[in-house]
């Protein structure tokens, strides 16, 4: 009996052991980030970078078995220079995996060449439609939203609010459109009628006749997309108009989000639409925040949480691998099935690879998104175009 016991104890440790080679022999896993650390969504590259590595410090620096090596490539949010940017990380530095990024026009050029590679990339911000949608792959994952989702949600409100007429506003490029879009067909949908459309050409930051042109028209209410830098000076040059007391300005969250030490008076009593917020007070959300602050001495974001559930999704698949993220097929089948505990509250996968999520309603108070309600429960991208 004791002798079967002890060939029982050998046989597992030698597996172990052989397991523990193998990822060694794996040697360090290699992650390219590709985001942005110049220009207007500066901000948003560093809070992605922070989040995602305070999850794999949470995790003893390691995923999968494997330690991590970093390789960083400022995209300056150019869609001209993308595909260079990430075949530098594809074909150069021979990276494992792939997260970026926060520009759209920067993300479609990732995924056709990600697609093209079969190197696995997960987006953790930009909402690009088509990522999740014509352009949607095995290896090929999002931990943030897409451009449709908040859009459509605000869209519903502001018609609920009983809002007959609305102008929009953002820059001109795929996230803005997408985004109009979005919120176009939620508002329609409820009665709503989008009156007339106005862009600026990204990251341009000149809106004054466009904002006189809002004050003419005096619509119902105002949505517009734009973020980071951008959006600091387009919320303050709004209320600046003095537009903020008779025509309110809605938008996704990320007109407010990482922006409100910078927008101060001028954004206050705002109303967005995110997959995020203030003031969730759940256990897992206290403890993601009380972590982040201690380890950067910032409060968290919207962009910290998806860099920080970027690095969850890849521990998942790595885990269903023993690190080895050649292993597409089991991978990507560990990361649909899963269900990620993020600080936002808990989100599966579509079958596109788009997180299926709650849309909170936030009302900026003071230096907070404070959370209002649940404007739609459990959103699924409708991911048109996608065949996978
Ligand atoms: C995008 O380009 O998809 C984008 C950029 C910044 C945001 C949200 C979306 O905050």
Redesign the pocket.
Known sequence: MSHRIARTTLTALALACVATFAQAQQGKLKVGLMLPYSGT?TA?GVAIENGFKLAVEEKGGKLGGREIEYVKVDDE?DPAKATDNVNKLIKRDNVDVIIGT????V?MAMAKAAKESGTVLIVP????DAVTGPMCAQNIFRSSFS?WQPAYAMGEVAAKQGKKTAMTITWK???GDE?VAGFKEGFEKGGGKVVKSLTVPFPNVEFQALLTEIAAAKPDAVYS?F??GG?VKFVKDYAAAGLNKNIPLYG?G?LT?GTLDAQGDAAQGMLTTLHYADGLNTPRDTAFRTAYAKAFKLQPD??AVQGYDAAQMLAVGLAATKGDITKKAEFAAAIEKAKIDSPRGSFTMSKSHNPVQDIYLRKVEGKENKLVNVAVKGLADPARGCRM
């Open positions: 969504y948003l949010s926060v520009h759209s026009g993300a911000n930009a909402g690009a451009n490029y795929a996230a985004s997309f973020a980071g959006a996704p990320f989000d919207v962009y």
